[in-house]
């Protein structure tokens, strides 16, 4: 049994090795990877990402975040491929072969049936003179001196360096094609990531009932509104229009400061400069602007009139943050 200093002690010789490891990728972008940068965004087709054992795990998350990025993208499985999954590949598709050695069987018996398919081949592998490199269009290289295994077998720093190559392409192609939070949010429309990128105040004002009371109106009809309601606030209407906002914070002041209030209406406590966002802005910008501005309640506007009020409170229980 290790040590706890010793535990602390591989770890901490894991990362290192495996970030040594990553920054020399560095020296392996070349003209190969440019070349295959305007390859794929010239391409009408899409990327067809294959791999055996721990590369076809990393080639499926490689394919996850090409598709969450704006680069349509299938996996298949090397093995799976010469057994009818070669039916999934197109003719405009690009095939992106990712391997350690470059040489597993697999490799092998798949490489000359996508050579007669005709489609470019990008091999993602640690050997350049590997029969995946030979037999490829282009190569990216991710070499690594050793796995993190002490044993350097079990796959680790080679695996991890597959991976950061992918994000490399994806950053690339995404960066290229200017790729939007609008982008973003319209292939990852639920979850947390897509609230925050695609939900509105409008939407949360009007799950609200709109709290409000007439300038003249009484401390008790003002009270009762803001308890009915259950926002902690209401506005104040004058004429039609929105005059200001009576907080839950403005009555405890009052009561703090007037020992006799029963002659007080609400245009005399209210606060005549309210914070107010507009009905299509994004909740988390609303969040953001209400904690700067130390305040739970946010007025909303459509059209310049008002339209609810949103609390802070029904921003954080959708989880954006």
């Known amino acids: 049994m290790k040590t706890n200093k010793e535990i602390l002690l591989i770890a ?10 990553i920054l020399k990728l ?11 940068i305007h390859q794929i965004l010239s391409s009408k087709g899409r990327l067809i990402v294959t791999g055996v054992g721990k590369s076809a ?3 499926q998350k490689i394919v996850s975040t090409f598709n969450s990025t704006g680069q349509p993208a299938i ?34 018996a798949l ?17 350049k003179k590997s029969i995946l490199s030979q037999n490829s269009n282009w190569t990216l290289l991710t070499t690594v001196e050793k796995e993190a295994c002490p044993n350097n077998l079990a796959p680790t720093t080679s695996t991890t360096a597959q991976l950061v190559m992918g994000d490399a392409l994806a950053i690339c192609l995404l960066q290229c094609r200017g790729f939007s939070d609008a982008d973003f949010a319209r292939v990852h429309p639920g979850g947390a990531l897509g609230k ?8 949360l004002c009007s799950e609200n009932i709109k709290p409000k009371v007439e300038s003249t109106a009484s401390m008790k009809d003002v009270i009762v509104e803001i308890s009915n309601k259950r926002l902690g606030a209401t506005t104040v209407i004058e004429k039609g229009k929105l005059v200001g906002i009576i907080t839950d914070g403005d009555i405890r002041r009052m009561l703090e400061h007037e020992a ?13 400069d309210p914070k107010k966002m507009d009905y299509d802005q994004l909740a988390i910008h609303a969040l953001s602007y209400m904690e700067s501005n130390n305040i739970s309640q946010l007025i909303v506007t459509k059209h310049q009139k008002y339209a609810g009020i949103v609390h802070i409170h029904d921003i954080l229980k959708e989880g954006i943050i």
Not at 86 to 95: F, H, K, T
Not at 111 to 127: R, V
Not at 260 to 272: E, F, G, Q, Y
Request: with cysteine.
């Open 196 to 203: 925050r990128l695609i939900l509105t105040l409008g939407e």
């Open 260 to 272: 006799d209030w029963s002659h007080l209406v609400a245009k005399d406590i209210m606060n005549t």
């Open 57 to 59: 795990n990393i080639a």
């Open 75 to 108: 996996f298949m499985h090397a093995a799976d491929a010469i057994h009818g999954d070669l039916g999934n590949i197109q003719n405009d598709d690009i095939v992106i072969c990712i391997s350690k050695s470059g040489s597993t069987a697999e490799i092998k």
């Open 12 to 21: 901490k010789s894991t990362i290192k090795l495996e970030g040594e490891s």
């Open 26 to 36: 560095l020296d392996y972008l070349n003209d190969d990877f440019i070349h295959i």
């Open 111 to 127: 490489l000359p049936l996508l050579k007669k398919m005709g489609n470019p081949i990008i091999a993602m592998t640690g050997s």
